[in-house]
């Protein structure tokens, strides 16, 4: 539930506020911008920004501005790369994805960034996809990818210099992730679980050429990164009540522009929903990210549905609820089963291992 105080944005004073200012500057001159020009995948870049400036982290130095840019580079690399030299043999191209999956999956329970596990994960289910279309293909959407975060990072910039932290205020960093407990061998299995979930759906989809349902590729590629059953069902319920949130707005804001087809209107819409939802995601509360997914997922298809390519934002906001719907029943439905195997070997390992020998005696 929206909770709108407009005399708290006139504090300044105020580091969540600062944050809010900033996110609602950087979200709405990157998305004028990417509708105004529309690059390949312009639609992404306020997505990222959104990202970026939607945590509490600082601002990101120029040094981790390229070490973002490099990360995304390589995950593209990974794909073409697979797309490239394996696209012409199925059976190398799947066993290659499987072992690219199982060392990305074993990176993420090993600690690594979010970030990296994201981008390679990307790299290599989504691009090599679009190369059984074409290689061009596959380049184009590699090469927006990385144009559109590289440009993201810019905006970013521009949004920190024009409305920089107090001088003085307490910074707050990025939280740490917490170091896993998890053994060695646990860890493996971890990703391979993983690994087990998300290849049936690569097979599946590159056997077919499911190029139209990528969507639902990337959300099982992106559940499946926590082998939890419990988590798998909160991060699933989470995204769809994020969603449908984001969509439901994305609705109403694609039906005011119907009655008002300006550029400026859309623009000034654009930050006013950016100031309302920013205040929900720096509110500190536990459902801070609810807000923060529903914002991208508008962003999402207002951006697709304005540009060049343009089409129905209700139809489009139906159809990426029922991908989510689809990728998060999957998702919990597959480390389900996966966990009664588990467990009915752990039970017949426990009966074997207490069951009572039998003794000779020779005399």
């Known amino acids: ?27 709405t001159l990157s998305f004028a911008v990417s509708l105004a020009v529309t ?35 390589l995950g593209c690399a990974a794909g073409l790369a697979v797309s490239l030299v394996t696209g012409q043999y199925p059976v190398v191209c799947l066993l290659t994805i499987a072992i690219l999956l199982f060392h990305i999956f074993y990176a993420n329970v090993r600690g690594s960034s979010p970030l990296v596990v994201m981008f390679f994960l990307l790299g290599v289910t989504a691009i090599p996809l679009m190369g059984l279309e074409s290689f061009a293909l596959a380049t184009t959407v590699a090469g927006g990818l990385l144009l559109s975060a590289s440009l ?11 409305i920089p932290d107090r001088v003085g205020a307490t910074q707050v960093s990025a939280p740490k992730k917490e170091q896993s407990t998890l053994s060695s061998h646990e860890k493996i299995r971890s990703a391979a679980i993983s690994t087990l979930v998300v290849l049936p759906v690569v097979v599946l989809f590159y056997t077919y050429k499911m190029t139209d349902l990528l969507l639902v590729l990337v959300f099982i590629a992106i559940l499946a990164q926590q082998p939890d059953i419990k988590l798998g069902i909160k991060g699933s319920i989470g995204l769809i009540v994020g969603n449908t949130l984001g969509g439901l707005v994305a609705i109403g804001f694609y039906n ?67 991908h989510v719907i689809i990728a998060a029943t999957y998702i919990v439905g597959a480390f389900a089963f996966l966990e009664l195997l588990s467990r009915r070997r752990q039970k017949l390992d426990a009966a074997e291992e207490y069951k009572p020998h039998e003794y000779i005696n020779v005399v």
Do not use: H
């Open 152 to 162: 993201a990072l810019i905006f970013v910039w521009i949004a920190y210099g024009l």
């Open 39 to 73: 690059w390949p995948l312009y639609y992404i870049t306020p997505i990222f920004v959104a990202k970026f400036l939607g945590s509490s982290a600082p601002c990101p130095t120029l040094r981790m501005g390229a070490v973002v840019a490099l990360v995304i580079a």
């Open 256 to 322: 005011l522009l119907i009655a008002v087809p300006s550029f400026v209107f859309l623009i000034l819409m654009t930050s006013a929903l950016a100031l309302v939802f920013s205040e929900q995601i720096f509110s500190g509360k536990p459902r801070a990210g609810l807000y923060a997914a529903a914002f991208s997922t508008l962003i999402l298809l207002v951006g697709s549905t304005t540009g060049d390519f343009g089409g129905d934002a209700a139809s489009k906001f139906y159809t990426r609820i029922t």
């Open 1 to 27: 539930m929206f909770v709108i105080n407009p005399v708290r944005w006139l504090d300044t004073a105020n580091p969540s506020t600062i944050r809010a200012l900033r996110f609602t500057l950087g979200v």
